[in-house]
C-alpha cells in the first residue's frame, strides 16, 4: 500500500464532518453528562453509576419481558425462548454489580447519605415494572409517581396487564389442561396466588417433556428467571446489610427487613413445588 493509498484510507475513517459518529448514535454527551454527584466524596459516582447501569439493564428486560408476552400470547413460541434465555443473561450482569458496590464500605457511604434525601432504589419504577411483567403486582409506587402522568399511565398500564405467567396459563389451557377458567378471567392487578389446576398441568408437562416440549421449554424458561431474580434479590439485601447493617433506608423502608422478606415470595409457585412432587 502506497502512502497514498494509507492516507486516503485514513480519511475514509476519520472524516465524520456528514457522518454519525459512535457517540452521537449512542447520545454518549447525554449519557456521560448524568453522573451529578451531590457531595465531594470520591465514591459518590460509583454509587450513582451502578444504579444507573442496573436501569439501563432493566430497560432492557422490561423490553424483552413484554415482547415474549405478547409472542407467548401469539403462540410464537422459539421466539419467546430467545428473548427469555436474554433476560436470564442480563439478569446475571445485575447481579455482578453488587458485587462492585459492595466495594464501597460504611465509612465511605455515610459521608454522602444524607444527600440522598428521600429517594430510595425502593422506588424504582423500573423494577417495579418487571415485579409487574412477573406478575407481582403493589399499588403503591402507582402513588409515588402520580405527579407524573405519563408515567403514572405506564406504570398502571403495567400493573392492569396479563403477566408473563398468565400468559403461560393461556397457552396451559389451549393444550387441553384443565385450568381454572377463573384464572383466565381473573383481576390482573391482584397477586397471582397457586392453584391446583395449574400445578397438574405442570406435573404433567413435566412427565411427558417430549409431548409437551414448548411448555417444558417455557416451564424452564420462567423458572431461570425466577431463579436469577431471587439470586439478585440475595445479593441486594446482602449489599444493603453490609453497608448499612439494619438501619432504615433513605426512603423510609425497612431496608435489610423488608429484603429478607421478599426472598419468601415466589413468582411461579406451581413451577417449585411440582419438583416436590414428581
Do not use: C
Not at 443473561?89 to 458496590?101: C, T
Not at 417455557?218 to 425466577?226: G, R
Amino acid at each position: 500500500m502506497t502512502k497514498e493509498d494509507a492516507k486516503g484510507n485514513e480519511q475514509v475513517h476519520t472524516d465524520f464532518k456528514e457522518r454519525m459518529t459512535y457517540g452521537e448514535y449512542l447520545q454518549l454527551d447525554q449519557l456521560l453528562s448524568a453522573q451529578k454527584r451531590l457531595s465531594d466524596h470520591h465514591d459518590e459516582m460509583l454509587f450513582i453509576v451502578i444504579h444507573q447501569v442496573s436501569e439501563l439493564w432493566m430497560k432492557l428486560i422490561l423490553h424483552e419481558l413484554w415482547a415474549a408476552v405478547h409472542s407467548i400470547r401469539k403462540g410464537e413460541m422459539q421466539e419467546a425462548f430467545k428473548m427469555l434465555s436474554r433476560v436470564s443473561n442480563i439478569q446475571s450482569q445485575i447481579i455482578h454489580g453488587w458485587d462492585v458496590l459492595s466495594t464501597l464500605t460504611p465509612a465511605e457511604y455515610i459521608q454522602f447519605r444524607d444527600k440522598l434525601g428521600q429517594a430510595s432504589g425502593f422506588q424504582s419504577y423500573q423494577y417495579r415494572m418487571v415485579e409487574f411483567a412477573l406478575g407481582y403486582k403493589t399499588p403503591h409506587v402507582l402513588k409515588i409517581y402520580e405527579k407524573d402522568p405519563v408515567l403514572h399511565k405506564e406504570l398502571k398500564e403495567a400493573y392492569e396487564s396479563p403477566s408473563i405467567y398468565d400468559a403461560a396459563i393461556e397457552k396451559l389451557m389451549e393444550a387441553g389442561f384443565p385450568i381454572n377458567p377463573q384464572l383466565v378471567e381473573r383481576d390482573y392487578t391482584q397477586i397471582y396466588e397457586a392453584d391446583p389446576s395449574v400445578e397438574a398441568a405442570w406435573a404433567k408437562v413435566y412427565k411427558n417433556v417430549d409431548e409437551y416440549w414448548n411448555l417444558y421449554q417455557l416451564a424452564e424458561k420462567l423458572v431461570d428467571i425466577e431463579d436469577w431474580l431471587q439470586q439478585w434479590r440475595f445479593r441486594h439485601m446482602k449489599t444493603v446489610e453490609r453497608i448499612i447493617g439494619h438501619k432504615t433506608g433513605t426512603g423510609g423502608s425497612s431496608g435489610v427487613g423488608y429484603l429478607k422478606k421478599v426472598l419468601d415470595h415466589r413468582f411461579f409457585p406451581e413451577l417449585w413445588e411440582v419438583r416436590t412432587k414428581i
